[in-house]
């Protein structure tokens, strides 16, 4: 079955760089997503890199993708206060039934020290 | 362009009532998902619906979970009876038949008491 893990807790200071990982067990993900939740908010689509690109960037975002090892990571460059909140990485893959759904993690807390 | 919204935003019920969930895609996705999470567990896939079908309900805990979209356009999850057990955020997803992007409402947290 698919499993997706990433570190609970991350703490960083305001202007250094954030590093969050992620491993992933299916090999058969088509893409693999970002997803960022502040306090009492929904799930807010960040970023994705689809699953035979090696990186993708976007403005402060960089997904970096190793697929031989299954490892994800999201790198948030210039960190600050308004980063924090919880970010899921989750994959996509055919659930078998026709249909594709989203596997998570449980979710890192980015807490940024101003 | 409205985003996916869900009602109620939080629903507190006792053990054995019934509580229907309502979710509005954006417009024009005929993607609709709806995905669970309860405390201290991961987001969990329950359904998906392509239009008004069920394309895939795997994730379904059991059948005291009804989930329905009429007409393709919005849906609801209903819960009946309720247990302890279920209490969480569910979160409905959409997208469109083009792109694998899933945009998220905000979920509505349930408390069964």
């Known amino acids: 079955g698919e499993d997706v893990e990433q570190s609970l807790f991350l703490s960083v200071r305001e202007g250094d760089s954030s590093v969050i990982n992620c491993t992933y067990t299916?090999?058969?993900?088509?893409?693999l997503y970002w997803y960022k939740q502040e306090p009492g908010a929904g799930l807010q689509l960040l970023t994705y890199?689809?699953?035979?690109?090696d990186m993708k960037q976007d403005q402060r975002l960089t997904v970096l993708l190793n697929k031989k090892d299954k490892h994800l990571s999201l790198r948030i460059a210039d960190t600050q206060t308004g980063d924090s909140a919880i970010y899921f990485c989750?994959?996509?893959?055919?659930?078998?039934?026709?249909?594709?759904?989203?596997?998570f993690g449980k979710g890192t807390k980015l807490s940024v020290i101003p | 362009e409205a985003g996916v919204t869900q009602f109620p935003s939080h629903s507190v019920i006792e053990k054995g009532q019934t509580v229907t969930l309502r979710c509005d895609p954006i417009?024009?996705?005929?993607?609709l998902y709806w995905y669970r999470r309860v405390m201290g567990k991961e987001i969990k896939f329950l359904l998906h619906?392509?239009?008004?079908?069920?394309?895939?309900e795997s994730g379904m805990p059991n059948n005291r979970f009804l989930a329905e979209r009429t007409g393709g356009t919005y849906s609801t999850l209903k819960v009946q009876p309720a247990e302890l057990e279920d209490s969480g955020v569910y979160f409905c997803?959409?997208?469109?038949?083009?792109?694998?992007?899933?945009?998220f409402g905000p979920g509505t947290r349930l408390t069964v008491t």
């Open positions: 997803a959409s997208s469109s038949l083009r792109t694998g992007e899933q945009y």
């Open positions: 299916d090999s058969s993900s088509t893409y």
């Open positions: 890199i689809f699953s035979n690109m």
């Open positions: 989750a994959e996509m893959a055919n659930s078998g039934a026709g249909s594709y759904q989203l596997t």
């Open positions: 417009s024009g996705h005929d993607n």
């Open positions: 619906f392509v239009k008004e079908s069920k394309q895939d």
